[in-house]
């Protein structure tokens, strides 16, 4: 092996060693950090909360296609019963905020669901609603404007 072989070795080895050092020492720096638990706890918690968003994007149906849109609105009401008989308040009223937003007839379902919902829980869907459905009208245009790519 040559001068110039042995020096570059040498070389990468060092730097090799430095960056190693250099990882070691911020990883231990930032775990030692006292907020460094908070952070990653509402790291996770933000991603969790996208996950669940964008859950809703993959199970919306083609809207031009009645029995889809007809089938989605019964599994979600389905869902949402299900889920409020357990006990499983926030997710029943994600799924009932979801059949109202595709329900041709809004008004009259949200009549029915006030008569048949306990008041808290009514509440709590009457304040996701707005939120479900601008999401599901942005989902919807995005779904158009999809089809019209493909056109």
Same mark, same amino acid.
């Given at each position: 092996?040559?001068?110039?072989g042995?020096t570059g070795a040498?070389?990468? &080895?060092v !730097?090799?060693? /430095?960056?190693v050092?250099y990882?070691?020492?911020?990883d231990?720096k930032?775990?030692?950090?006292?907020?460094?638990k908070r952070?990653?706890? *509402?790291? %996770?918690?933000?991603?969790r909360q996208q996950?669940? #968003?964008?859950?809703?994007?993959?199970?919306l149906p $083609?809207?031009? $296609?009645?029995?889809? !849109?007809?089938?989605?609105?019964l #599994? *979600?009401?389905q869902?949402g019963?299900?889920l409020?008989?357990?006990?499983?308040?926030e %997710? &029943?009223?994600?799924?009932?905020?979801n059949?109202v937003? !595709?329900c041709?007839q809004?008004?009259q379902?949200?009549q029915?669901?006030?008569?048949?919902?306990?008041?808290p829980v009514?509440?709590?869907?009457?304040?996701?609603l707005?939120?479900v459905?601008?999401?599901f009208? /942005? $989902?919807?245009?995005?779904?158009?404007?999809? #089809?019209d790519d493909? *056109?």
């Open positions: 092996m040559s001068l110039v042995k040498v070389v990468a &080895g !730097v090799g060693v /430095a960056l050092g990882c070691l020492y911020f231990r930032r775990r030692s950090a006292p907020d460094f952070k990653l706890r *509402e790291r %996770r918690r933000k991603q996950a669940k #968003e964008n859950d809703f994007v993959g199970k $083609d809207m031009k $296609d009645v029995e889809a !849109v007809q089938k989605f609105f #599994e *979600e009401v869902f019963e299900e409020l008989a357990r006990g499983d308040y %997710r &029943g009223v994600d799924h009932l905020s059949a937003s !595709v041709g809004p008004q379902l949200l029915v669901l006030q008569q048949t919902l306990p008041q009514f509440q709590m869907l009457i304040q996701r707005p939120v459905r601008q999401r009208l /942005a $989902d919807v245009s995005a779904q158009n404007l999809a #089809e493909v *056109e």
